[in-house]
């Protein structure tokens, strides 16, 4: 079974903190995407990364960035944390791009007062 | 940019029920299309998807999904819930040659006993 494991289910920041949120998959997939989920918005996709120190923008990056050192793990960093940025976040994997089924991690919900 | 419209956000239904969730994409050619599963305190996953062949796809617990090119629909439906099924439901198209899925707002679908 695919795995995909975020470093944190809840988590309290301040504004203006930089938060780092972390997600590792097991299955050795090419490709891992970060969204956020808010209630009727659905998933928003914040980035996307093909391969190893490879990111694309996704829908909403403004605010966020993104690293990916090794395969497995795919980090999204809020440089200065904003109210606005209160909301779910999802990781998700896949094999590559020529597969379309993404595995989902958990969430971390994200609260910045 | 494909864009996905998912008609009700919530539905509340009662055991044995019919459920059908209305979903519709915002333009044609070739489209893969997806519904995905939240149930509470768990993961996304995967319900069904369309890639080609038979419009009437058959997905995990006893959900299936019509795709109808001509009305650009990829609906949801169960002939009989179970409480089991309260859940958040998302209807997602690829975006692209990236394979991006576009996510539609969701729905809420509380079954009662």
Known sequence: DVKVTQSSRYLVKRTGEKVFLECVQDMDHENMFWYRQDPGLGLRLIYFSYDVKMKEKGDIPEGYSVSREKKERFSLILESASTNQTSMYLCASRTDVTSYEQYFGPGTRLTVT | ?113
Do not use: M
């Open chain 2, 1 to 113: 940019a494909q864009s996905v419209s998912q008609h009700n956000h919530h539905v509340i239904l009662s055991e044995a029920a019919s459920l059908e969730l209305g979903c519709n994409y915002s333009y044609g050619g070739t489209v893969n299309l997806f519904w995905y599963v939240q149930y509470p305190g768990q993961h996304l996953q995967l319900l069904l998807k369309y890639f080609s062949g038979d419009p009437l796809v058959k997905g995990i617990k006893g959900f299936e999904a019509e795709f109808i090119k001509s009305k650009f629909s990829f609906n949801l439906r169960k002939p009989s819930v179970q409480w089991s099924d309260t859940a958040e439901y998302f209807c997602a198209v690829r975006s692209d040659s990236w394979g991006k899925l576009q996510f539609g707002a969701g729905t809420q679908v509380v079954v009662t006993p």
